[in-house]
């Protein structure tokens, strides 16, 4: 059973493995998406090739489309083990580019607060900067995931007028269009990051998959310790 699915837009990027749910017989309890995008649209935004990854996705609205009673919605802390997810939709952008239809996650645990950007682009941050809900997220935001994977398309400078991130993390391919890893490590205020093989802690900015390769984030809690959070890379 899959408590919380987010699929934060239907691009065949982001929907690469959504067969193997049905292949593995999952159970998804309470599925978020930007439900109200047409299957012309979804369709239209992706191509001929990644068809079937789209017809699995629109098969989920009907599979896993439960309703869920008040006070037992996954994403509330006390339901959640204290876990917090908040999600930020822009539905008002024009279609044409359904990044902008992305939605933003916010996950928070122990006082620390983690805002996924999907692949929104600046249409849609100035969309939901109009969102008080989403502003008041943003302000507390200690590790960005970088919108559009780290790319000059996903930046929207407007957004760090509010949002000050300890970290940036940029989730990309080898091979990529553009990089605005440099644009997104002026906004954070720094972070100590631990090398996997030992090596000293650094203050790092921005932390990318194409050089650090896997990274880790641990965030834990108790009472008795209070809280730490490590970052870890290859």
């Given at each position: ?6 699929v934060?837009?239907?691009h ?10 049905s292949q593995?017989c999952?159970q ?7 439900q109200?995008?047409?299957e012309?649209?979804?369709y239209?935004a992706n191509?001929?090739?990644?068809y ?18 008040d ?11 204290g876990?917090?997810v908040?999600?930020f939709?822009?539905s ?12 933003a996650v916010g ?10 950007g ?8 100035r969309?939901l900067l109009e ?6 997220a ?11 994977h780290?790319?000059f398309?996903g930046y ?10 300890k970290?940036?993390?940029i ?8 990089d ?8 954070a205020t ?6 996997r093989?030992?090596g ?7 932390v ?9 984030i641990?965030v834990?809690f108790?009472?008795l310790a ?5 970052v870890?890379?290859?």
């Open positions: 059973m899959i408590d919380l699915l987010i934060t837009h239907p065949g990027d982001h929907i690469d493995e959504i067969g193997l749910l593995l999952f998804v309890r309470q599925l978020s998406r930007p109200w995008l047409t012309q649209e979804v239209a191509q001929l090739a990644d079937t990854k789209v017809a699995n996705y629109l098969g989920m609205n009907s599979t896993f489309s439960q309703p869920i009673l006070g037992q919605r996954v994403g509330d802390a006390p339901v959640s083990g876990v917090s908040e999600v939709t822009s008002t952008c024009g279609r044409s580019n359904i990044n902008n239809h992305s939605l996950v928070g645990y122990a006082g620390f607060n983690i805002m996924v999907g692949d929104n682009e600046p249409p849609s941050w969309c969102n008080p809900a989403f502003v008041d943003a302000r507390y935001t200690d590790l960005f995931v970088a919108s559009h780290g790319r398309s929207c400078a407007d957004l760090f007028e509010i949002m000050k991130p970290l940036c993390l989730s990309d391919g080898r091979q990529q269009d553009t605005a890893t440099d644009r997104y490590s002026r906004h720094g972070f100590s990051v631990r090398p093989n030992g000293p802690h650094q203050q790092r900015y921005a990318t998959t194409r050089t650090d390769g896997f990274i880790d641990n834990n108790s009472i209070g809280r730490t959070i490590d870890w890379v290859n």
